[in-house]
Nanobody, 115 residues
Framework: QVQLVESGGGLVQPGGSLRLSCVGS????????MGWYRQAPGKQRELVAS???????GYAELAKGRFTISGDIAKNEVYLQMNNLKPEDTAVYYC?????????WGKGTLVTVSS
């Protein structure tokens, strides 16, 4: 059974930083990628960043220059360092793992950027 547990969200002032963590269990074989998505109120879920099985890293435009993804897919771990946070980064951040083409999701961790 594939499970993903996120942590590290919280309230932060604009310009601040947070580090999100995701630890998974199960689904070691057949992992294509792990990554982070986010969903703001009233908006669709969107990709933030991902790491492929081969180690390739990709960022959405919203993350470039401010967010850094890291981790070890073989260990079922992925992290997201977020710097210079803006109010528009407020969202629930979800950990994602793609195994044999099937997407699995954590329950999410809320990030609120506000003064």
């Amino acid at each position: 059974q594939v499970q993903l547990v996120e942590s590290g969200g919280g309230l932060v002032q604009p310009g601040g930083s947070l580090r999100l963590s995701c630890v998974g269990s199960g689904g070691i074989f057949g992992i294509n990628s792990m990554g982070w998505y986010r969903q703001a109120p009233g908006k669709q879920r969107e990709l933030v960043a991902s790491i492929s099985r081969g180690g390739s890293i990709g960022y959405a435009e919203l993350a470039k220059g401010r967010f850094t993804i890291s981790g070890d897919i073989a260990k079922n771990e992925v992290y997201l360092q977020m710097n210079n946070l803006k109010p528009e980064d407020t969202a629930v951040y979800y950990c994602n793992k793609n195994v044999y083409g099937i997407n699995y999701w954590g329950k999410g961790t809320l990030v609120t950027v506000s003064s």
